[in-house]
């Protein structure tokens, strides 16, 4: 604290106590000197000066007993000279338990004028007269830790919503997979590694096919729980260094770094669609078709949004030679799909595959 009585800028809550209580305990020695918290029905001393009671930092006593709840029933700060001769102090069960005749308090405030505790001093004898001229600096001290209660309240709200904006930005609300924009954040970060130390990886892009029937057949609720579902099958096939994101509607895409095969993943998460799902009563099957874009560790390193273009050419050029596929990019297959007519999508019951289908277990899709 300077010579002005103001403590440094950027002072935690915890150490503008130390600061405070240093500055009582040398401009006013009293017995104790201490900071408290008002939690519930008990008061918790978070920081203390004692120079007589042994009252441990920590120790928390009920808060009808203290006699700073009479206090605190105030706005302004007390000097009690004389504890015997206030009627309510001198019945407060602290000072049947300890030998406190003199006592200085101070409300400490949140914003909302809430009682946070107190700033308060205990004496095992009666008070100086000149602890009177003390009141309007306790005050001052009273009402700077305050500040600092607000600050640091503001500061764990704004750290909340922080971290709520990033979930949002991150997690997919229906399914907690990444979403488009983690997924485009790491594919950047991964091409940067590949350009200045080249390694594979590659950029996957499904669709799940006859997902648009679902939602016009059996509605928009079954189809949610259809990719709620879905979702909790495939994450746990993804390694956890690889990323799969929703990027919108039925269409997900994952990043694959690194040597691993990104078609082998792509095969794991096909096996997830080789049942029938009922869903309101209605069996359904459901494929996939899925677009790769691989990138060598020597090829040229293309932007996030090249790779990914790359990736939903290949999807679309699955889609249109039958559906149920995984494509790998390459300009000569994309280009001699471009032109085949796109199959129609038809949601089949249950009984409805072709004869030459192999049999599928049937499992039931739990809601959500």
Not at 51 to 69: E, H, I, K, N, R
Not at 291 to 313: I, K, M, N, Q, S
Request: net charge negative; hydrophobic share 45%.
């Amino acid at each position: 604290m300077d010579a002005a009585g103001r403590v440094p800028a950027l002072l935690t809550f915890e150490q503008a106590c130390r600061v405070v209580l240093d500055h009582l305990a040398t401009a006013l020695p009293l017995g104790l000197w201490a900071v408290t918290r008002r939690d519930d029905d008990d008061q918790v001393f978070l920081a203390v000066r004692d120079a007589s009671y042994d009252f441990p930092q920590g120790t928390v006593v009920p808060w009808a007993a203290s006699l700073c709840q009479h206090m605190a029933a105030g706005d302004s700060p007390q000097v009690v000279p004389d504890v015997d001769a206030d009627v309510a102090m001198a019945g407060a069960a602290a000072r049947a338990a300890f030998p406190i005749d003199g006592y200085v308090g101070a409300p400490i405030r949140s914003a909302g004028g809430e009682l946070f505790g107190t700033l308060c001093g205990f004496s095992p004898e009666r008070l100086p007269d000149s602890a009177e001229e003390h009141r309007g600096f306790l005050d001052v001290l009273a009402g700077l830790l305050s500040q600092i209660v607000h600050a640091e309240a503001l500061a764990e709200r704004a750290a909340e919503r922080e971290a709520e904006l990033v979930r949002l930005a991150t997690t997919d609300d229906l399914t907690g997979l990444s979403t488009r924009s983690l997924l485009l954040d790491r594919l950047e970060h991964a091409l940067a590694l590949h350009r200045r130390d080249p390694r594979p990886l590659a950029v996957v892009v499904l669709d799940l096919d006859d997902f648009k029937d679902v939602n016009d057949t059996l509605g928009h609720a079954a189809g949610d729980d259809l990719l709620v579902h879905l979702a909790q099958e495939w994450a746990p096939l993804v390694r956890p260094g690889d990323t799969l994101a929703r990027m919108g509607g039925d269409e997900f895409a994952l990043l694959v770094e690194g040597s691993a095969s990104a078609r082998a993943v792509v095969h794991r998460l096909e096996e997830v669609l080789s049942g029938t799902y009922a869903l309101t009563g209605t069996d359904l099957r459901v494929g996939v078709s899925a677009g790769v874009a691989h990138l060598r560790a020597d090829d040229p390193t293309p932007t996030a949004d090249e790779l990914l273009a790359r990736a939903d050419a290949a999807m679309y050029a699955a889609k249109r030679a039958g559906k149920g596929a995984v494509v790998a990019h390459d300009a000569a297959v994309v280009d001699a799909v471009a032109h085949l007519p796109r199959p129609t999508d038809v949601v089949r019951g249950s009984g409805s595959a072709p004869a030459d289908d192999a049999p599928r277990a049937e499992r039931e899709l739990s809601p959500r």
